[in-house]
């Protein structure tokens, strides 16, 4: 079940630590409500050689909806300041177990990086298993990164507002079954409750095993069907603001569907605006 392009193991990343062009993130990233404070746990203990992506400040931080994925520049500065370039394998976890990691898969994906996994289960099974913890940083040699941004994998709200309308592509969103109803109060601020009309509901939970790694693929297809996507469309997923939604875009291309992307604004978006039609129930 090991794929270097989108999920590995914790047997295989132990096996392959010690690799030279092995290149390990901690991507974790929480909800206010968590009340967890990801860079510095990150400090008190990661994965031998990990280095830290935070991804609000690996950001478009010109925009006003939170974290929307970087400009091409910052993100080449970014990753050559890590250590991060052209012939590195990459492996992103995070904190949670399989929360916020994919979304930085994605943005590598977005970058035209082909080269990169989520850890499965992410730290809390490293951790589980005994594995090996540390507090240093790492040794980090600058390495030049080449980019070519794939637009396809990237929705803005007027192309999302045009697949609601036509129905050409399933809009998946990946936020609990309450928040999808309307039946829930969303955590920012400001937005309105319910969904974008003709979505699908698919809560990322569903995707994921009681240990907190993902399901297998047939089981995966299985939970989308079951929400009533239609997988010979393709798919674009959405969640409150694109982190969870990038779950959805990682079980797809687990099961090998292909033609899938993330809105990236999502409901921090598309809640905010009274122009934009919104279905509830």
């Not at 392959?16 to 746990?41: F, G, V």
């Not at 943005?107 to 990169?116: A, E, S």
Request: proline residues 6%; aromatic residues 8%.
């Amino acid at each position: 079940m090991d794929d270097p392009k989108t999920l590995v193991s914790t047997d295989w990343l132990d096996a392959h630590l010690r690799d030279p062009d092995l290149r390990i993130l901690d991507a974790s990233w929480y909800l206010p409500a968590m009340a967890r404070d990801a860079k510095a746990e990150f400090d008190e203990g990661h994965i031998p050689g990990a280095r830290f992506f935070d991804i609000d400040e690996i950001a478009d931080q010109r925009s006003e909806l939170p974290h929307m994925f970087p400009p091409v520049e910052k993100f080449m500065s970014r990753m050559r300041a890590m250590g991060i370039g052209d012939g590195h394998q990459v492996v992103i976890y995070d904190g949670a177990g399989i929360f916020s990691a994919p979304r930085v898969w994605w943005t590598f994906r977005l970058m035209g990086k082909m080269d990169v996994a989520v850890l499965d289960g992410g730290l809390p099974k490293w951790r589980a298993e005994g594995r090996m913890i540390e507090d240093l940083p790492p040794f980090v040699r600058d390495r030049h990164m080449t980019v070519q941004r794939q637009a396809q994998l990237v929705k803005d709200v007027t192309q999302v507002a045009a697949s609601s309308k036509l129905g050409d592509w399933e809009i998946i969103d990946a936020r609990s079954e309450g928040r999808f109803r309307g039946e829930e109060p969303e955590p920012r601020a400001g937005l309105r409750q319910g969904h974008i009309p003709n979505s699908k509901n698919l809560p990322f939970g569903r995707l994921l095993n009681a240990d907190g790694t993902m399901k297998a693929p047939e089981a995966l297809k299985a939970e989308f069907v079951a929400a009533g996507v239609d997988l010979q469309k393709p798919a674009v997923t959405s969640c409150g603001s694109g982190i969870s939604a990038a779950i959805l875009n990682l079980a797809l291309e687990r099961i090998g569907h292909r033609d899938h992307a993330l809105y990236d604004g999502s409901w921090a978006e598309w809640g905010m605006y009274g122009d934009l039609r919104v279905a509830k129930g």
